[in-house]
């Protein structure tokens, strides 16, 4: 080392070397006095002037050792001075760059230019060391010596990265560092820093006696890249803060923190950065583009993963910035072009999936909930470059769909499903503590925050292969969203449409084969659920702006089976399921003929229903629980939370029959088609029970009732709908408490029914057994303030259905007697022997078949009614006479 450093003091002693061509890599032969403007000193404060004061001091020294000891100094106090430095503000710092050849003092904007071209200089020292270090590791002597291998290398050079590190948050010092070639130096010690680790991790595969020192060189090449990546990084995207990266010396040390891993990740743009800057971000960006740079971080990411396979390494710092930095320059069709031309799309493809097996089920109890959090996100910083990679670039995308990509990707998506049936099945089979140490319930990688907040990351990242991820936040906005899909190029849109459809249908197949029970486990459940509502809400309005893309969907076979199979997977989640609701919805007004057929091929409208009937059943499960807690418990909060999912579900249950509304109405076959359908009809009257339903639903039966029969099989339909029809009045009589409104809205729409076609529905319903289901009713408990009503409405349907229709007044008799006694004696009992006026009128129409006229000519035409009538009047005066009740008696008499 001392002869490298005597190197560094003659190099310190001359000019800069000329720049080749007149570029602009280095200085020029004028020296300082060209650099770029305003110049900057140092000022008197305290912090400030200990360090101009050590700068004097190394520029005076003239000893070698005592010259490389004061750098060393000044070195140390810089970081110490400005490690948490940014320049003052970046209005501010535009300002004064753009201002004439003054001096500044202070260094609020930026630092000396001659403390910036030293410390360039010393990256040509530094990559100098590391490259003979790596040919002294290469050399014969060394490979078959078996002996461990002393790099040269001390912490010193990590002082002097930090100290550039730093530097370049600036503008003004990032033009310094351009002037002096400070990005074609970096990216020099960038390759030979990953030639050395490259080489580092070939002598751990080949030889493990030296383990111990090799993977502490390892160790050390690692913290020299995290300084090198963070300078290049710092030097295209101008860090104000120190928040993105943490502490570089403490590098060997450190695991991201969750808060470190927020912002790393984090890829929106300040849209409050002037124009000054943006055209700077995007001028280094091609640098380091000609620099070779961006080979050299696919290259170093190619190497990281191999010691994730290998287990050599657990700090993901460098990979995390390694990353970050790669995504600032995956910028424009050139740059995404340049990352496929050097394999940079395989790579990142690769790190979607398990890192390492340090991960696996076997090491899990030595790996805490913090790691698998972070090696999550890091698979979500992946996607969101791939993606940038990708996006609008026709041929990128091409690539992902060749050679069994669209799984390897899928695969790569899902992984921690699989990883989780392998918990699972690890809890299956020991109960040991260590496999209990996470969330309560089945083993999970974090807690339900936390998994929910990757489900929706993941979500965002495979939406903004469709739509830019910058936008997302913005789709509440459709007309926007509209703007935004239109915008981008069709000859992508198509593409990108079909490739994310292959993706999620295998995704699911993976889901769906990594349990083997009925129902998801709960976090794989959040995670489909999660992954469905973004994707679903995206297509909708990718849709809504281009509907051309229909056929897109079509195609690729997912048009309607792809909703159902998510509809059926998040039957219990009521917002997913409204929000599939609605897509069915779109994709049947923007392409009607083909999603019917559609429909009447996946018998998309029986599922629909059955997913409504689950909400309907959440609905009464929840309006129970509600009634006996509130009676337990003053817990306003849960209450709150039921009364929330209630309207969820009473929502979600009003867009199932809205859409079945829509779609027997513009079908002419769709109503004919329900018809037929057991299952339908099935579910049409579950929902029937649910109050808030009753009406929609009537109005849809009835229509049902109106269509023609013209074959066998309509006429076994329709007897298949009265008997279902009928079989509402049990349901409503076999509580505690006779639902009278329910009963008598039933009878109502029956009578309605039978006047459609008197004769056909009369036969319909005594097919149907309609005589034992409605005489049935005055046998439950009658309340005597709403059921008279009832006893009114059940006479009134009997005298409909027996009106000129000798078979079913034959029917009827056969049921109750002749004379209808049976029926006397329920009308008896509930009356307590004293009919009132209304049942008398009533027992008169049924006499004469229709409504009874007292001033117009009638015949009997009902001879059990007149008996009925008649034993019931003599009932009712011989009752009247005990009770010595004269009145009652006199118009008893007047009445027979």
């Known amino acids: 080392m001392n002869i490298v450093w005597g190197v560094a003091d003659l190099l310190r002693k001359a000019p800069p070397p000329p720049a080749p061509g007149g570029g602009a890599g280095s200085a020029p032969a004028g020296g300082l006095d060209d650099a770029p403007t305003p110049r900057v000193v140092f000022s008197d404060s305290p912090e400030e002037g200990v360090l101009s004061v050590l700068w004097k001091k190394y520029e005076n020294a003239f000893d070698k050792v005592e010259k490389e000891k004061s750098l060393q100094i000044f070195i140390l106090q810089f970081v110490e001075t400005f490690r948490d430095w940014g320049p003052h503000t970046i209005e501010q710092l535009v300002g004064q760059e753009l201002g004439s050849d003054a001096t500044i003092a202070g260094c609020s904007c930026g630092h000396p230019s001659e403390v910036i071209l030293i410390l360039i200089q010393e990256i040509s020292l530094i990559t100098s060391t590391i490259v003979e270090s790596g040919n002294s590791l290469q050399s014969p002597a060394n490979l078959h010596s078996g002996q461990p291998t002393n790099l040269g290398l001390s912490t010193q050079i990590l002082q002097i990265l930090e100290c550039l590190a730093i530097l370049t948050r600036s503008l003004h010092n990032c033009r310094v560092f351009s002037y002096y070639g400070g990005v074609q130096k970096s990216t020099s010690l960038l390759k030979a820093a990953v030639a050395q680790l490259r080489n580092l991790n070939s002598l751990l595969a080949a030889d493990d006696q030296s383990l111990d020192e090799e993977m502490g060189n390892t160790r050390l090449m690692l913290s020299i890249l995290v300084c090198i990546i963070t300078i290049i990084s710092n030097f295209m995207k101008l860090e104000t803060t120190t928040a993105r990266i943490p502490h570089i010396v403490e590098t060997t040390k450190h695991t991201p923190s969750k808060s470190h891993l927020a912002a790393v990740t984090s890829s929106s743009p300040d849209s409050t950065i002037s124009d000054t800057v943006r055209h700077w971000q995007q001028k280094a960006i091609v640098l380091v583009m000609e620099a070779s740079g961006v080979n050299w971080l696919v290259e170093l990411l190619r190497v990281i993963q191999r010691l994730n396979l290998k287990e050599q390494w657990n700090d993901l710092s460098l990979h995390f910035i390694t990353l970050c930095t790669l995504q600032s320059t995956v910028s424009g069709t050139r740059a995404q072009n340049h990352l496929r031309s050097i394999g ?248 009607t003929e083909q999603t019917l057929a559609s429909f009447e091929s996946l018998d998309v409208i029986t599922r629909v229903l059955k997913a409504a009937c689950h909400q309907a059943q959440e609905l009464r499960n929840f309006s129970n629980f509600l009634c006996s807690y509130v009676m337990i418990t003053e ?199 004293s009919p009132s006026e209304r049942l008398f009128d009533a027992l008169l129409s049924m006499l004469v078949d229709c409504k009874f006229e007292l001033n117009e000519k009638t015949t009997i035409k009902n001879e059990d009614a007149a008996v009925l009538l008649l034993n019931i009047l003599q009932k009712r005066i011989a009752s009247a006479l005990w009770a010595c009740d004269l009145t009652a008696v006199a118009q008893a008499i007047h009445y027979k």
């Not at 913090?370 to 993606?387: F, P, T, W």
């Not at 041929?395 to 918990?423: D, Q, S, T, Y």
């Not at 690890?426 to 339900?448: E, R, W, Y």
């Open 344 to 591: 940079g799309l395989e790579i990142l493809l690769d790190g979607l999936g398990l890192p390492s097996s340090k991960f696996s089920v076997l090491k899990h109890s030595s790996i805490s909930r913090n790691e698998r959090g972070e090696i999550l996100l890091l698979q979500i910083q992946y996607l969101q470059i791939l993606c940038e990679a990708v996006f609008a670039n026709v041929n990128n995308l091409h690539f992902l769909c060749e050679n069994g990509r669209v799984h390897k990707f899928a695969n790569c998506i899902c992984w921690p499903a699989f990883m989780f049936k392998k918990f699972q099945q690890q809890k299956d089979n020991t109960m040991a503590s260590h496999a209990l140490d996470s969330v309560s319930g089945p083993i999970c990688f974090l807690d339900i925050t936390e998994w929910n907040d990757y489900s929706v990351k993941l979500s965002n990242a495979l939406c903004s292969f469709i739509l830019p991820s910058k936008d997302i936040d913005y789709w509440s906005d459709e007309i926007a969203v509209s703007q935004i899909a239109i915008s981008i190029p069709s000859a992508y849109l198509e593409p990108s449409v079909r490739w994310i459809i292959r993706i999620l249908m295998t995704v699911f197949l993976c889901i769906r084969a990594c349990t083997s029970e009925s129902a998801l486990p709960n976090h794989i459940k959040i995670f489909a659920k999660t992954l469905q509502h973004y994707i679903i809400r995206m297509f909708k309005r990718v849709l809504i702006s281009t509907p051309a893309l229909l056929s897109a969907f079509r195609e690729e076979g997912p048009e309607c089976s792809a909703l159902l199979d998510a509809l059926e997977h998040c039957i219990s989640d009521p917002s997913t399921v409204s929000t599939l609701l609605k897509s069915f919805r779109v994709i049947l007004q923007l392409a």
């Open 635 to 833: 817990d306003v909060s849960q209450c709150k939370s039921i009364e929330d999912r209630t309207e969820n579900a009473l929502m979600c249950t009003e867009l199932a029959l809205s859409l079945f509304t829509e779609y027997v109405t513009i079908s002419i076959d769709g109503r004919i088609l329900v018809l037929h359908n057991g299952d339908c009809i099935e579910c049409l009257f579950d929902l029937f029970q649910e109050q808030n339903l009753r009406k929609h639903v009537l109005e849809q039966v009835l229509a049902l009732f109106r269509l023609p029969s013209l074959s066998a099989q309509d006429h076994t339909a329709k007897l298949h709908l009265c008997s279902k029809y009928l079989e509402n009045f049990a349901r409503a009589n076999e509580k505690e408490k006779v639902d009278s409104e329910l009963l008598i809205d039933l009878l109502i729409s029956m009578r309605v029914i039978i006047m459609m076609d008197h004769m056909y529905y009369q036969n319909l319903f005594r097919n149907g057994e309609c005589f034992l289901h409605i005489v049935s009713l005055l046998n439950g408990n009658i309340n005597e303030v709403t059921d008279d009503q009832l006893i009114l409405n059940v006479l009134e349907t009997l005298t409909l259905l027996l009106k000129g229709n000798n078979a079913s007044k034959g029917a009827f008799r056969l049921l109750v007697g002749a004379g209808y006694q049976t029926l006397q004696s329920l009308i008896l009992d509930f009356y307590k022997w």
